[in-house]
């Protein structure tokens, strides 16, 4: 039943995991010559056609909690499930008496190792709350035509929300605004100060939705339906909160009377904007409704942050907003005290189970590398954008409300429990989300990412939702001496609310095998995972240049590699021209090249913000999306052959060629120059060349597609060869045809790239002979 077709389209299949290797060495030692690290990509709650969904509770192991699972030994007659955790011996209830071998629950299935439990009456929780709240924040100290592009964003999202959907506004300039709409004709606002950080029992307080003692006020209980359950009705959120349908209209005549801040900005200042505080008191808003409740805060920020907490520059428009360069020479005043402050609101989201999205439009930086820390460790999305105008931001703001095959399907409420084999120690997440330090016996010593706990916390996930689970091996001791258990077991349980609002619980359970590496490398050269061995790469690379101060990315990747190649590689000792790679190797140098070159290791290249968007990116996205944005794809459409892969490289230029690049966060269609004159002499228009007008047509079509299913939407860039928008292609692209040996590189009608960077040609080289080199 397990559908090898997927194979190859579908590497992630039911399980949704992925590991850099399959077969795992028994020993810590052992490990850690396998240069790269044991690690599992897993996207909690992946849809797949073949998942099954049951309407009951999971049968838990009594002694380890594990859920039964498809590894389960089963004696059908004596009723008895043996757990592969503890081998704990199990009996069945009642209700699975009539279960056979022919007859056998769901979750028993072989080959479905995932399974989903709609977990029954979860509506009669105490504070279940089926219906999201958006809580929009806006920033108005924007020019007239950015504020009058982000009103109509929000009037097309609250026009498309669900008739439930509760919704919330709070806006801001140099004060805090937060808006009743409950009323249309006397629209109430209640007005903070931006200079001034407040608790969230002060902001609750001011609201008038602080009980005495300053403890929100609890459900009191027959107050009837009401769309807010699990909050009291009588404490008055429902002034702030209003189901979409009914205050459509007064959210809509408020942004329409809604102009720019009026607070006056002295020449050579900037605005005085307190998007912390903002941010602050709408978390504090949202205090008031239950744990877990699924609450997003969408903020739309169209600026850097002066005045009050989390500021990161000054108002003096002469002080420049903190560059990569100021903060390596620790010379960004603003910058620590302002990640402090996020630090603590995302603790805060954390704890009140709600989301932090961000979309920020501006042309300097708004302080996406100081929020980062808020809406990684809540599970928000962010979005960077030049305007709000541009489709970058309009597109993907449309897709959060989208529902149907286009969702995003947005989910609330996560939390990620990882139970393993006695031998495995769980050493970190890197990804959206935040320890709920649980300690246990799997938890190792040594942390990467968020460590110490078996359980994680992820107040938003979606569908394309993928975490990095980096394990350890226990001991350097064989604790299973005679090695009587070849398989190692992993089970990955998820419990959310789906956007339909029904409460899951996804169990994955997955096997692997221990080896013995000490007597050959065969077994785990065959289950090593290169696409996932590198966006793991790049994601370990990107956490300690965060973390490690002073931490050499190139150097780390550079000796990494040549390790991994000295200890797979074939080669006879000091004969670089011996050296050949296994298959299942063949493409990870090319793919380290390029991560040396990407925007995620030359961070000097991009602003503060734009690295922490990246970065963020990468650590939350798929297997396939993260390896485009170390390396990117590029198709070439040619008249005499089908659009087929070329090589990230110059020479795949060419005059009569059309090339469509995606890079992730751009999309880049690049006409060759012969293309680019016929398209300007109009041949594509005249019936005789329809073949020509299907060539120009088809890069647009496929780009379209890769926009359609992505999120954020890339920025399409449509250039031609030596035009200005061509540096967004050959940025991207090896230079084996640079000044110094253009005479022998260069073919017809192909590009020069002016840079000293080795090309990969040359890197492969240098990577053979450091490789065969004896230690
Ligand atoms: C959130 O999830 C936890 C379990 O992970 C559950 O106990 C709680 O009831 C949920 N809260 C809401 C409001 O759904
Ligand atoms: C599985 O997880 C539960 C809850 O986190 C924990 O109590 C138990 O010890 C774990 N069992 C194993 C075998 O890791
Ligand atoms: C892990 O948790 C323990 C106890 O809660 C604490 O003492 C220790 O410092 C933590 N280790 C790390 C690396 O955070
Ligand atoms: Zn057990």
């Known amino acids: 039943m397990a559908a090898p077709e997927y194979a190859q389209s579908d590497p992630e299949g039911i399980e949704g995991v992925r590991m850099t290797w399959l077969n795992w060495p028994r020993s810590k030692v052992e490990a850690s010559k396998c240069v790269i690290p044991i690690?599992?990509?897993?996207?909690?709650?992946?849809?797949?056609?073949?998942?099954?969904?049951?309407?009951?509770?999971?049968?838990?192991?009594?002694?380890?909690?594990?859920?039964?699972?498809?590894?389960?030994?089963?004696?059908?007659?004596?009723?008895?499930?043996?757990?592969?955790?503890?081998?704990?011996?199990?009996?069945?209830?009642?209700?699975?008496?009539?279960?056979?071998?022919t007859n056998m629950p769901a979750e028993l299935y072989p080959n479905f190792p995932s399974i989903e439990y709609l977990i029954p009456n979860y509506q009669n929780l105490p504070n279940f709350n089926p219906f999201p709240i958006y809580l929009f924040v806006l920033d108005t100290c924007m020019l007239e035509e950015e504020l009058a592009f982000a009103k109509s964003a929000l009037k097309r999202a609250i026009g498309v929300l669900p008739d439930n959907a509760l919704v919330g506004f709070v806006s801001y300039g140099t004060q805090v605004q937060v808006h009743e709409l409950g009323f249309s004709e006397m629209s109430k606002v209640y007005v903070f100060r931006g200079s001034k950080e407040l608790t969230k029992d002060q902001v609750l307080e001011q609201l008038g939705l602080g009980a005495p003692g300053g403890r929100p006020i609890r459900p009191t209980g027959g107050g009837g339906p009401s769309p807010m359950a699990g909050t009291n009705p009588n404490a008055g959120i429902n002034r702030f909160l209003l189901p979409a349908s009914e205050c459509e209209y007064s959210f809509d005549s408020l942004l329409d009377e809604l102009g720019t801040d009026q607070w006056p900005v002295a020449p050579g200042n900037r605005a005085l904007r307190c998007t912390g505080a903002a941010l602050s008191v709408a978390a504090g808003l949202l205090g008031a409704c239950s744990t877990g409740t699924s609450a997003r805060i969408i903020a739309l920020v169209g600026g850097p942050c002066t005045e009050g907490p989390g500021a990161i520059v000054s108002k003096d428009l002469s002080d420049p907003v903190r560059s990569h360069k100021d903060l390596d020479k620790d010379s960004a005043p603003f910058f620590k005290k302002s990640v402090q402050f996020y630090e603590h609101l995302g603790k805060q989201l954390v704890s009140q189970g709600h989301v932090l999205d961000v979309f920020a439009s501006a042309l300097d930086q708004v302080g996406i590398a100081e929020m980062k820390v808020a809406v990684e460790s809540s599970g928000g999305l962010v979005v960077l954008a030049e305007s709000f105008g541009h489709s970058v931001f309009k597109d993907s703001f449309k897709r959060i409300f989208e529902d149907g095959?286009?969702?995003l399907g947005l989910s609330f409420n996560g939390t990620l429990e990882i139970n393993c084999s006695k031998d495995i120690k769980i050493q970190g997440i890197i990804g959206p989300c935040s320890s709920l330090e649980k300690k246990g016996p799997s938890v190792a010593n040594t942390v990467i990412g968020e460590g110490n706990t078996t359980a994680w916390k992820l107040c938003g996930l979606d569908k394309n939702t993928c975490l990095t689970v980096f394990f350890d091996v226990s001991s350097s001791e064989k604790s299973d001496p005679a090695g009587t258990n070849p398989q190692l077991f992993i089970q990955f349980l998820t419990s959310y609310q789906s956007p339909d609002g029904q409460m899951r619980l996804r169990v994955t359970t997955v096997t692997r095998r221990w080896v013995d590496s000490t007597v050959g490398?065969?077994?785990?050269?065959?289950?090593?995972?290169?696409?996932?061995?590198?966006?793991?790469?790049?994601?370990?690379?990107?956490?300690?240049?965060?973390?490690?101060?002073?931490?050499?990315?190139?150097r780390w990747i550079d000796?990494?590699?040549?390790?991994?190649?000295?200890?797979?590689?074939?080669?006879?000792k000091d004969d670089p021209s011996s050296f050949t790679l296994n298959q299942g190797f063949s493409i990870f140098p090319q793919f380290m090249f390029n991560l040396r070159r990407s925007q995620f290791v030359q961070v000097f290249n991009n602003s503060p913000d734009e690295t922490a968007y990246f970065r963020i990116l990468l650590n939350r996205e798929t297997v396939s999306n993260a390896a485009v944005m170390i390396q990117p794809s590029l198709i070439s459409y040619s008249f005499n052959s089908l659009p087929a892969p070329v090589l990230l490289d110059v020479t795949s230029i060419g005059a009569d060629r059309i090339l469509l690049l995606d890079s992730y966060f751009s999309v880049v269609i690049f006409h060759g120059m012969t293309i680019a004159q016929w398209r300007n002499m109009g041949y594509q228009n005249q019936p005789e060349h329809e073949a020509f007008a299907h060539l120009l047509q088809a890069p647009h079509d496929d780009a379209q597609?890769?926009?359609?299913?992505?999120?954020?939407?890339?920025?399409?860039?449509?250039?031609?060869?030596?035009?200005?928008?061509a540096r967004f292609l050959l940025a991207k692209l090896n230079p084996s045809a640079t000044y110094s040996n253009a005479n022998e590189m260069m073919a017809p009608g192909s590009d020069i790239i002016f840079t000293d960077d080795v090309s990969l040609q040359v890197f492969l080289e240098h990577l053979q002979k450091l490789a065969v080199q004896g230690s």
């Open 39 to 101: 690690a599992a990509t897993i996207q909690p709650i992946r849809p797949h056609v073949d998942l099954q969904a049951v309407p009951y509770l999971p049968l838990r192991c009594k002694t380890c909690t594990a859920v039964l699972n498809p590894f389960c030994r089963v004696d059908f007659t004596a009723l008895i499930w043996i757990c592969p955790f503890c081998f704990q011996r199990n009996h069945f209830p009642q209700h699975y008496s009539s279960i056979s071998q």
């Open 521 to 554: 490398n065969e077994d785990l050269v065959q289950g090593f995972d290169q696409e996932v061995a590198a966006v793991v790469t790049a994601r370990l690379a990107s956490y300690k240049m965060e973390v490690e101060e002073g931490f050499d990315a190139t």
């Open 559 to 572: 000796r990494n590699l040549i390790r991994l190649c000295s200890k797979f590689g074939d080669y006879r």
């Open 405 to 407: 095959e286009q969702s």
């Open 705 to 725: 597609l890769i926009i359609r299913d992505r999120f954020p939407a890339p920025r399409l860039v449509v250039c031609d060869q030596h035009g200005s928008q």
